[in-house]
Every structure is written in structure tokens, then in C-alpha cells.
């Protein structure tokens, strides 16, 4: 994201899937919590300006402000009016050599899937399906299975 004044820069600059089906503001407000978890943004860190996203990425600036509104709605920002928007809240993150490690298996599966010909959607699926069945399991406090059990 490119702003007027180099001083402004952001950490984040905002993207669009306009074939998603999921409404802007929410990718919007997606991509603050991802980096967030990814540890690209930390408390203190300013979004964007509104006009600068408007005008980037051709949205309206309402829907700008919506996505803002939800953030300070679920206490992650806060606007400071005539300065910008900024994260007063972040989550406890990985580290980076955790982040990176994880990153690089992540990586080396979807190569893997790839090359068993699965698709983007099949890949889509497969994760989604693997996640629900580690939250049904109890999530990060459940016993991981061992080779052989069916979960």
C-alpha cells in the first residue's frame, strides 16, 4: 500500500478476490486477523488510510470504514480521529522459526496434493475437512491419533 507520505506506510496493504463470493469489508477485516496471527501486525501498528484503500483498489470508502468499524467492534482497533486507524489488540503468536517451519510443511503438502492432481477446491476441502475433525477432536488439547486409528 502506497501512501502520500512515506512516513504513513502501512505494514499491511489490502487486497481483493472479487470472485470469493466473501463481502469486501470482511476480507478486509480477514486479512487484518491473518496478519495478525502471522505476527505482520502488532498493537500499535496503523491500517491504511480509508481514502488510500478507496481509491488502491477502486472500493468505496463506506465499505472501508465498515471493515474499520468491525475491527474496533471486536476490539482489535481503534480509530484516532485525524490520525487513522491502529491495532490495539493482538494475539499471542508463534514465533517466527515456528511460523516459518510450519509454513515450509504446509508448503511441501500442498506440492504433494498438487501432484496427486487434487485442485485448488479439492485442496480447499481436504483442509477444511481436516480442521473440522481437529476441533471435533477437541483442538490443540486433544492427543493427536496414532498411525493406523481412524479419528
Known sequence: MTTD????????????????????YLQFVHQVDYALRLGYLRAGDQLPRIKDVARTLAVNPDTVMKAYRELEVRGIAAGRPG?????????????????????????????????????????????????????????????????????
Open 83 to 151: 490520525v487513522g486507524t491502529f491495532i490495539t489488540a493482538a494475539p499471542e503468536v508463534a514465533g517466527l522459526r515456528e511460523i516459518t517451519g510450519l509454513q515450509r510443511k504446509l508448503a511441501g503438502w500442498l506440492a504433494e496434493a498438487a501432484a496427486a492432481g487434487i485442485d485448488e477446491l479439492g485442496l480447499r476441502a481436504l483442509f477444511n475437512a481436516a480442521l473440522q475433525n481437529f476441533h471435533n477432536a477437541g483442538g490443540a488439547s486433544a492427543e493427536p491419533a496414532r498411525t493406523g486409528e481412524v479419528a
Open 5 to 24: 507520505k512515506p512516513d504513513d506506510a502501512s505494514p499491511i496493504a489490502f487486497y481483493l478476490d472479487r470472485g470469493s463470493g466473501v463481502p469486501t
